[in-house]
Nanobody, 125 residues
Framework: QVQLVESGGGLVQAGDSLRLSCAASGRTASITTMAWFRQTPGQAREFVAGIIRSGSSTTYADSVKGRFTISRANAENTVYLQMNSLKPDDTAVYSC??????????????????WGQGTQVTVSS
C-alpha cells in the first residue's frame, strides 16, 4: 500500500503564490505516476497536473498552464505543486494521487489507486 499526505494549503489573496507538498510512504518504489486534482463543492473533480516517476514528463490543465509547476523529488518520495499568480477560481480542495501501473499521465481521477486526504486552498479577490 501507498499512503499520501498533502500539506501547504491556506488562505491567500489573488496574485499570491503557494506551494503544496505531497509526501508518499509505504511501497513508494511501485509508484509510476503522481498527480494533483482539485474539487470545489458542486463541481466535478478536476485534473490539475501530473508527473511520471523520473520527473522528465509533466502534464497540465489548460487553466493552470504557465502558472503552476509540478515537480518530484524521488529520493524524498515527495511531489510538489508550485502555484503562482493565484486566482479566485483556483479555490478548491487539492488532493494528491498516485498510481503503480500507468506508464502515461492520465487526466481521469478514476485511474489512480492512491489518494491523500486533501488540503484546502482559498484565494480571495
Amino acid at each position: 500500500q501507498v499512503q499520501l499526505v498533502e500539506s501547504g494549503g491556506g488562505l491567500v489573496q489573488a496574485g499570491d503564490s503557494l506551494r503544496l507538498s505531497c509526501a508518499a510512504s509505504g511501497r513508494t518504489a511501485s509508484i509510476t505516476t503522481m498527480a494533483w486534482f482539485r474539487q470545489t463543492p458542486g463541481q466535478a473533480r478536476e485534473f490539475v497536473a501530473g508527473i511520471i516517476r523520473s520527473g522528465s514528463s509533466t502534464t497540465y490543465a489548460d487553466s493552470v498552464k504557465g502558472r503552476f509547476t509540478i515537480s518530484r523529488a524521488n529520493a524524498e518520495n515527495t511531489v510538489y505543486l508550485q502555484m503562482n499568480s493565484l486566482k479566485p477560481d483556483d479555490t478548491a480542495v487539492y488532493s494528491c494521487a498516485a498510481d503503480n501501473s500507468m506508464v502515461l499521465i492520465s487526466r481521469n481521477w478514476a485511474r489512480y489507486d492512491y489518494w491523500g486526504q486533501g488540503t484546502q486552498v482559498t484565494v480571495s479577490s
